[in-house]
């Protein structure tokens, strides 16, 4: 079907008309960077601090726009997550809740879209890993992935990009997705039944959780990923200084070690053991992140 196919216009626009009427009255300006370089770490490489301000403010918004895409695929992976959960529902009361979850995941891609870069974004590699995960995987198995674990995290990630955001119509969006996000982390907690998990199930959560983690191990890749476009970084050992100046390892602990308390649900102790054995809760040092970003360069 066309991007100019009437019906879909219509539909489009239809979706839109509810959209604004729960949309904040917000739009970007564009004439500030969205983030500034601490956020991101970037006041710590040298080659940053020494190129011409175009350059460093063309960097800052790669990383933005990268960081807002990647939100923005998450919450549209999650209207199609809610109406799987909607049509296999086991009653009314949980049909209903993922109904009105699936209504606010709409809701943030709406609120979100005017923010992108212009263009519809490509998924990047984590993208495309949950979009299959929610089409592949057991209801039950994607209430524990998506909200318990991945909702979870979204928590104290929108409420740390609100409070770093330098615009402050996109800081009130990003809380506003906080909240909700404590919300729907709260009814994958009521939905997640771990007893109910089959072996098949075990196995894709240790697979899928593996890959999971291995994606978080390996460094901001995209925040190197702008460096290296804008600037131009070096061989795998610049690279790798790279990710040493931006203290990627430090950030990483971080973040596995939130990741290793949402996954240590009641009768969840198998899987965070299983993964604690393989190393999956330590980061990557600097030169295996760079090792990784160099191979897919």
């Known amino acids: 079907m066309s991007a100019s196919d009437p019906r879909r216009d219509a539909l489009r626009r239809a979706a839109d008309r509810i959209g604004r009427h729960r949309t904040p009255p917000t739009a970007p300006d564009g004439t500030r960077p969205l983030w500034d370089a601490a956020f991101f770490g970037l006041d ?97 198995v994607l209430a524990f992935l998506l909200q318990v674990v991945l909702e979870g995290f979204g928590i104290t990630h929108y409420s740390a990009l609100a409070t770093h955001s330098r615009d402050a119509g996109l800081a009130d969006i990003l809380q506003r997705l906080s909240r909700d996000e404590a919300l729907h982390h709260a009814a994958g907690l009521a939905v997640f039944r771990p007893d109910g998990l089959t072996p098949g199930d075990r196995r894709f959560l240790a697979d899928a959780t593996q890959v999971f983690l291995e994606m978080i191990r390996c460094g901001p890749q995209a925040v190197v990923a702008a460096l290296d476009k804008g600037i131009g970084l070096g061989d795998q050992a610049d690279v790798a200084a790279t990710f040493s100046a931006i203290a990627a390892e430090a950030a990483g602990a971080v973040k596995l070690a939130r990741l290793r308390r949402l996954m240590a649900q009641p009768r969840m102790a198998w899987l965070v053991d299983t993964l604690a054995t393989g190393g999956l809760f330590t980061p990557c040092p600097a030169p295996d992140c760079a090792r990784i970003y160099t191979a897919s360069r």
Do not use: K
């Open 44 to 140: 710590r490489v040298a080659c940053f601090g020494e190129a011409d301000t175009e350059t460093r403010q063309s960097v800052l918004a790669d990383c933005a726009a990268s960081m807002l895409a990647e939100s923005w695929h998450i919450e549209r992976c999650g209207i199609d997550y809610c109406a799987r959960m909607t049509f296999t529902a086991e009653d009314d009361d949980e049909r209903r809740l993922f109904a009105l979850i699936g209504a606010d995941e709409a809701r943030h891609a709406g609120w979100l879209a005017p923010w992108l870069a212009p263009g519809v974004p490509e998924p990047d590699p984590f993208n495309r890993f949950i979009a299959g995960l929610a089409e592949t995987g057991t209801p039950q």
